[in-house]
């Protein structure tokens, strides 16, 4: 199985900050990642997939990035909407989240 | 507008079934993988597993922590899926989604409240 390792666990923010959150694969995975946000009591919403392609609808100030076992989403500028919760998520071989970033105020 | 509405969360004793069905709207049911996800309280998701669109065959796939248990099947005529769970562990304890898509996700209802508890 592909396991999946996010960091950190938790990142405190203050808005119009640039944050970045990292997710790593226990092997290669071929660029088949998406990441998605969750704020409490909702489901989860698909931001970005194939590492790097944004969402219809999703603001451009979220961006991904990585290739091979390392990837990274970058929020440009943190905004009020955005304290929430992001897991990636592998799908190249089954599927497998990430244990969840929680992006806090700071 | 894509919706996914899940049906059928209760609480039930370990070791009995449940069926979880989910009603779909706003696009062509036929012409998609359909997936279940879950989520433990206060924990991560979880993939459970998919059923493929008649035009793959139908045919689905399931995590090793489901397999052997839970069922996914499907009813186009209805643009309904559904999620069989057998043998109900205390671990099973989770909201359950109902997704579009099969490897990668790109809509989740609400989901729905399963709790296996004596």
């Known amino acids: 199985d592909i396991q999946m390792t996010q960091s950190p666990s938790t990142l405190s923010a203050s808005v119009g900050d640039r944050i970045t959150i990292t997710c790593r694969a226990s092997q290669s995975i071929s660029g088949r990642l998406a990441w998605f946000q969750q704020k409490p009591g909702q489901a989860p919403k698909l931001l970005i997939y194939k590492a790097s392609t944004l969402e219809s609808g999703v603001p451009s100030r979220f961006s991904g990035s990585g290739s091979g076992t390392e990837f990274t989403l970058t929020i440009s500028s943190l905004q009020p909407d955005d304290f929430a919760t992001y897991y990636c998520?592998?799908?190249?071989?089954?599927?497998?989240f990430g244990q969840g970033t929680k992006v806090e105020i700071k | 507008e894509v919706q996914l509405v899940e049906s059928g969360g209760d609480l039930v004793q370990p070791g009995r079934s449940l069926r979880l069905s989910c009603t779909t709207s706003g696009f062509t049911f036929g012409d998609y993988a359909m997936s279940w996800c879950r989520q433990a309280p206060g924990k991560g998701l979880e993939w459970l597993g998919f059923i493929r669109s008649k035009a793959y065959g139908v045919t689905t796939e399931y995590a090793a922590s489901v397999k052997g248990r839970f069922t996914i099947s499907r009813d186009d005529s209805k643009s309904i899926v559904y999620l069989q769970m057998n043998s109900l562990k205390t671990e099973d304890t989770a909201v359950y989604y109902c997704?579009?898509?099969?490897?990668?996700?790109?809509?989740w209802g609400q989901g729905t409240l399963v709790t296996v508890s004596s």
């Open positions: 997704t579009r898509g099969e490897w990668l996700i790109d809509y």
């Open positions: 998520q592998q799908y190249d071989s089954y599927s497998t």
